[in-house]
């Protein structure tokens, strides 16, 4: 069975910083490329940051670029994403994403929700 679990989220202060974990199983992690998404209320979601599979290459949307940092443990199956500088334009639902090369595997997380006060 497939599963992504997230978590880390929460409430935090405009300026603060949370990390957000995905802990995985039931699919081979490392040959995976892995990504957050994130969907505030009334909007679509939107692809936050992403990995390849060895963690080599990570690419981010510009509105977190230089303030969110994605990265992989492969032994333990769980990708991070440590977010600094909060603001309340962060504020959504952030969910977890595992794809496969091809794309005919595309896994998610239930969500987890962070709330940035200002």
């Known amino acids: 069975q497939v599963r992504l679990v997230e978590s880390g989220g929460g409430l935090v202060q405009s300026g603060g910083s949370l990390r957000l974990s995905c802990a995985t199983s039931g699919f081979t992690f490392s040959t995976y490329a892995m990504s957050w998404y994130r969907q505030a209320p009334g909007k679509e979601r939107e692809l936050v940051a992403s990995t390849i599979s060895t963690g080599g290459i990570t690419n981010y949307a510009d509105s977190v670029k230089g303030r969110f940092t994605i990265s992989r443990d492969n032994a333990k199956r769980t990708v991070y994403l440590q977010m600094t500088s909060l603001n309340p334009e962060d504020t959504a639902v952030y969910y977890c994403?595992?794809?496969?090369?091809?794309?005919?595997?595309?896994?998610w997380g239930q969500g987890t929700q962070v709330t940035v006060s200002s």
């Open positions: 994403n595992g794809r496969n090369r091809f794309g005919t595997y595309n896994y």
